[in-house]
Structure formats: structure tokens, C-alpha cells
């Protein structure tokens, strides 16, 4: 066939009809305008935290939308468009500097979003989101409302367990610092307990766990393990004084074990965030034994490592000997059972 003047208009047309066919009047005919399994309508303070949401440009650097090939906070369930319905505008975004939001509900409790929001350093050392303090704090308290409503109805059945578990974690603190720590133990499970930390406390190790620490722990935990970082007020139950926690440790148990157990899956019902996401589990094992050796004074790794051998470390294999000898746990004295 022959160019003519006729066939390049005619066919430049078709390829335009042809295109928006396919991306905008396909997908018009095919979205349902019905809401999906999980949306719910958002209740009025969960409204007024929408307008805060996007009179502060919080769209900017996240999105509301999971796409099969994301992985990440939400990953798990793949959006619909039933989960926007009655959203006008929908915030979709189309940046994602922070993490997607879609299913954020119930993935941290409010203590911990009060704390993020007056300051994100606070919670998260390394971030870059910034501060929101300036909203007051009727604000912020509708912007978590609206964030723990992200998901719909499976955040609010993350709420629920939060919030059972937040009612126990109170009141055991609320009965005294000992029976506190008996409570969260009595969260680990007997495998763990008897675990020791799998990774030696050598220099190397240690060191690489005040990275960590310093990265994803301190704004809480605080510089000098006790609990008082700059996220403390803004806790309740307030975050773990390591440096008491060697009483209740001692008793045949090992502490390798129970500090990765905890870490990995954090506290639920408080500001405590799991680490499974975050952390691979090299990283949990050292910052467990920076924690060990630097603030409760002790050692569990007398069991030689089953993984790969720490020989890489060279001359830095040595176990520390910063602290004035950081005993080894004595089965059989005191302490929780
Ligand atoms: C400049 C970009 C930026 C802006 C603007 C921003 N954020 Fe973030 N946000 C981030 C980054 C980066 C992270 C990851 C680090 C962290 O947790 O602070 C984050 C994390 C979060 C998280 C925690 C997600 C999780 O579970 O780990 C929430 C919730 C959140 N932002 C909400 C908001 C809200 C609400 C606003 C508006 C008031 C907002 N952000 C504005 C960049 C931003
Ligand atoms: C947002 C604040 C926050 C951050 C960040 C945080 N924690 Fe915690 N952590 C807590 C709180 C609060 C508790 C206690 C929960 C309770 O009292 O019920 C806790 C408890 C713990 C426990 C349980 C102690 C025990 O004996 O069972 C361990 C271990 C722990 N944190 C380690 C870490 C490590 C390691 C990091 C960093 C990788 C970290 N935490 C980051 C707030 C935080």
C-alpha cells in the first residue's frame, strides 16, 4: 500500500481512538462503582484527619495503592478499586519517597504515630519525613485516627488486637516494673527462651549492632539503653530500660533468644515495632548482642555458631572486653520462670 495523505490521518486517528480506548474507556466500562470487601465509610474524625492528610501534602511523598509487583508495608493485599469508592479526591499519589499507606492501619499502635508524627526522628533515626508538630495536637490525634483506618476493615481488625494487647501491656506495667517484664516474657515462646544468641559477641559483631542501634532503636531505647530517648514521653508503656533487665534474665534462661524473639515481631499493643521487615536476621543478632554486652552487662554465646563461620572478622574475632567482665548466664538464680 501506498502512502497518501489520507491513510496518515485516517491511521494516526486510529491509533489514538485505539489508545484511548484501551487506557481510558476500557477501564471506565470495567471499574465497578461499588465499595470492595474491606471499605467501610470513614467515621468524622477519620474525615477531618483526610483533610489534614492532604492540606500537609502527605500525598506527595506517599501513595494508597498496591500494585501486584510492589512488595513492601501492605504488599500483601493488591488494591481495588472498590477500596476508593466515595473517595473524592482519591489519593492515590504517584510518589512513593516514603512507604505505600493503603493497608497502614494497625501496623504500629497510636502511641507510636503520636511520637512519629511530633517528630519521625524520634521513632525512625534516619528518616527524612518531616516534622508535624506544628498541626497541635487535636491534629495529629485526627491524622492517626485517619491512618489507623488505611485498610478498612482488616485495619480494624489490626486495631483490635492492638488495642486487646495495649489494655495488657498497661496493665502490667500499671502492677510494677517486674511484673511488667514477666508479662512480656511470658510472650516468647519456650523454643526461643532456651535459645542462645546464635552469632557470637565478637568486637565486630558488637559493633556492627550499635549501627543498628543507632539506626532503628535509640530515638526510643535512648544512648544509654535505659529507656529514655527522646520517644519516651510521648509512650506509654514507655520503651525498655535495658539496664534492669538483667535481674530478670537469669535463671537457666538465654537472653540471645528472647532479645531476637521480641525484635523480630516488636510488642504488640505498644509503640514497640517488629523488625522482620526491616532487619535481616544477622543484624537482630548483633544488635541483640550490642545490647547484651553494653547495657545489661552479659553473655549467652558460650554455644559456637552453627551458621557460617565468623572467621571473615580476622584479627576483630576476639570476644570485647569493654565491659569489665561480662559474666555468662548462671542457670538456676532468680528471675523470671
Ligand atoms: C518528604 C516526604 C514525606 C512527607 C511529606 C511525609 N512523609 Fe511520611 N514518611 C516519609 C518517609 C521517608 C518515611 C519512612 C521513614 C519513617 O518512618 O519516618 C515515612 C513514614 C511514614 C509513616 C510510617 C510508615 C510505617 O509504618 O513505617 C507514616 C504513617 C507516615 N509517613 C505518614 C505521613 C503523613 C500522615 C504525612 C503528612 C502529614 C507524611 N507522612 C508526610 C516521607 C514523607
Ligand atoms: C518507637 C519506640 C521503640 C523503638 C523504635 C524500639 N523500641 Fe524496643 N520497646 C519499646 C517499648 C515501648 C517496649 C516495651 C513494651 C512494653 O513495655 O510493653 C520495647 C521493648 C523492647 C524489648 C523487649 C525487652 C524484653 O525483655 O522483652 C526489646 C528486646 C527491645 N524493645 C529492643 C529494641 C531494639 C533492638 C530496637 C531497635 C532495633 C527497638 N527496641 C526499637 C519501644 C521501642
Known amino acids: 500500500m501506498r502512502s497518501s495523505e489520507a491513510i496518515i490521518v485516517w491511521g494516526s486517528l486510529l491509533v489514538v481512538v485505539a489508545a484511548m480506548f484501551a487506557t481510558v474507556y476500557w477501564p471506565v466500562i470495567n471499574i465497578r462503582d461499588e465499595p470492595s470487601d474491606i471499605w467501610r465509610p470513614l467515621q468524622s474524625q477519620e474525615e477531618k484527619g483526610r483533610l489534614i492528610y492532604i492540606a500537609n501534602g502527605c500525598t506527595y511523598c506517599h501513595s494508597q495503592y498496591i500494585r501486584p509487583q510492589d512488595w513492601g508495608i501492605g504488599a500483601e493485599r493488591i488494591s481495588q478499586s472498590g477500596d476508593y469508592y466515595r473517595q473524592i479526591p482519591h489519593l492515590l499519589g504517584s510518589q512513593r519517597t516514603g512507604p505505600d499507606l493503603s493497608q497502614e492501619g494497625g501496623e504500629h499502635s497510636d502511641d507510636w504515630h503520636r511520637a512519629h508524627f511530633i517528630n519521625p526522628r524520634f521513632t525512625r533515626p534516619r528518616s527524612l519525613m518531616p516534622a508535624f508538630a506544628y498541626i497541635g495536637e487535636e491534629g495529629i490525634e485526627s491524622l492517626i485516627a485517619y491512618i489507623q483506618s488505611l485498610g478498612g476493615k482488616d485495619a480494624d481488625q489490626r486495631m483490635a488486637v492492638q488495642n486487646r494487647f495495649h489494655e495488657e501491656a498497661?496493665?502490667?506495667?500499671?502492677?510494677?516494673?517486674?511484673?511488667?517484664?514477666?508479662?512480656?516474657?511470658?510472650?516468647?515462646?519456650?523454643?526461643?527462651?532456651?535459645?542462645?544468641?546464635?552469632?557470637?559477641?565478637?568486637?565486630?559483631?558488637?559493633?556492627?549492632?550499635?549501627?543498628?542501634?543507632?539506626?532503628?532503636?535509640?530515638?526510643?531505647?535512648?544512648?544509654?539503653?535505659?529507656?529514655?530517648?527522646?520517644?519516651?514521653?510521648?509512650?506509654?508503656?514507655?520503651?525498655?530500660?535495658?539496664?534492669?533487665?538483667?535481674?530478670?534474665?537469669?535463671d537457666g534462661q538465654y537472653i540471645g533468644g528472647i532479645l531476637y524473639y521480641q525484635i523480630m515481631n516488636g510488642i504488640t499493643g505498644t509503640a514497640m515495632p517488629y523488625h522482620k521487615k526491616d532487619l535481616e536476621s544477622a543484624k537482630i543478632w548483633d544488635v541483640g548482642n550490642y545490647i547484651m554486652v553494653n547495657f545489661i552487662n552479659v553473655r549467652d554465646d558460650r554455644i559456637p555458631s552453627a551458621g557460617i563461620p565468623v572467621s571473615y572478622e580476622g584479627r576483630h574475632a576476639k570476644p570485647v572486653t569493654k565491659n569489665p567482665q561480662p559474666e555468662p548466664i548462671q542457670p538456676g538464680k532468680g528471675g523470671v520462670r
Not at 234 to 244: D, G, H, Q, W
Open 170 to 250: 498497661i496493665a502490667a506495667w500499671e502492677r510494677g516494673p517486674d511484673e511488667h517484664i514477666r508479662w512480656l516474657h511470658s510472650r516468647v515462646p519456650q523454643p526461643w527462651r532456651i535459645m542462645p544468641s546464635e552469632t557470637p559477641a565478637t568486637r565486630a559483631s558488637v559493633a556492627r549492632g550499635e549501627k543498628v542501634y543507632q539506626d532503628y532503636c535509640i530515638g526510643c531505647h535512648g544512648p544509654v539503653g535505659d529507656g529514655a530517648g527522646p520517644a519516651a514521653p510521648y509512650i506509654y508503656p514507655p520503651p525498655v530500660n535495658f539496664t534492669t533487665l538483667r535481674r530478670h534474665l537469669i
